[in-house]
Structure formats: C-alpha cells, structure tokens
C-alpha cells in the first residue's frame, strides 16, 4: 500500500457503527483495519440499512479471533475485488500469522472462522 491518505478517527465515530460507515462511504476509503466485531457490526448495519462502503478494497482484522458470520459474508459479497486480511499475533502491532481471504474461496458459504489464530 502506498501513496494513500491516513483517515483518523474520533473516539465517537470509532465506536459509532452507523458513523463509521457513513464515513467510509462519504471519504471513500478504501483501506479499513479494524478488529472482528466491528467487521461484523458493519456487516449488520449494511444488511439492515442497505447501505455499502463500496470503495473498500482491503479490509485488515486483528485483536481477536476471526469469525465470518453470514453478514460478513454477505458485505463481502457485494464488496467488488475486496480482500479481508486476518492478522494474528501476541498485538495487533505484531503479526506472527497472515491469513488473506479473497473471491469466493475466501468468503464464500463454507467459510466460518480463519485459520489464522486458532
């Protein structure tokens, strides 16, 4: 990644699911690294709003273990060419294990929980 913009975000707006979304569609953002829940938190609110953070490209998750539930799947799906990278390490700072999950293999129906920090 490169040549890109660093977004920071208020303490609100990070904790605030409707405003975060809202910001990733309004910035076009196309880089998220945020922990699990959030990921599925974002993928409820965009299956009951009906709203998608369409930019995203790549999508990084650390902190806790990785579970893809059928909303994240579902904001997969609609998310066009976006990758989701699982990190896993003692931090988040400080990755042992990388797990990329892309395409129908990645996030398709059979896809439950990473590999990644089990």
């Known amino acids: 990644m ?4 660093l977004v920071l975000l ?10 975060l979304t809202e910001l990733l ?3 076009s953002i196309d880089t ?3 922990p699990p829940l959030m990921l599925q938190s974002i993928g409820e609110h965009c299956k009951s709003t009906d709203q998608v953070p369409a930019s995203l ?9 990785l579970r893809v539930n059928a909303e994240v799947r579902e904001l997969f ?7 989701l990278h ?3 390490g003692p931090t988040e700072t400080h990755v042992v294990t990388a797990l990329t999950l892309e395409g129908d293999r990645g996030c398709g129906r ?3 929980q990473s590999a990644a920090g089990r």
């Open 2 to 5: 490169h040549g890109g913009s």
């Open 110 to 112: 059979s896809c439950r």
């Open 25 to 27: 569609i309004k910035s």
């Open 57 to 65: 490209k790549d999508v990084i998750t650390a902190g806790e273990q």
């Open 86 to 88: 699982n990190h896993y």
């Open 10 to 19: 208020d303490e609100w707006i990070r904790r605030d699911v409707k405003a």
């Open 77 to 83: 799906g609609r998310l066009e060419g976006c990758r």
């Open 32 to 34: 998220l690294f945020v």
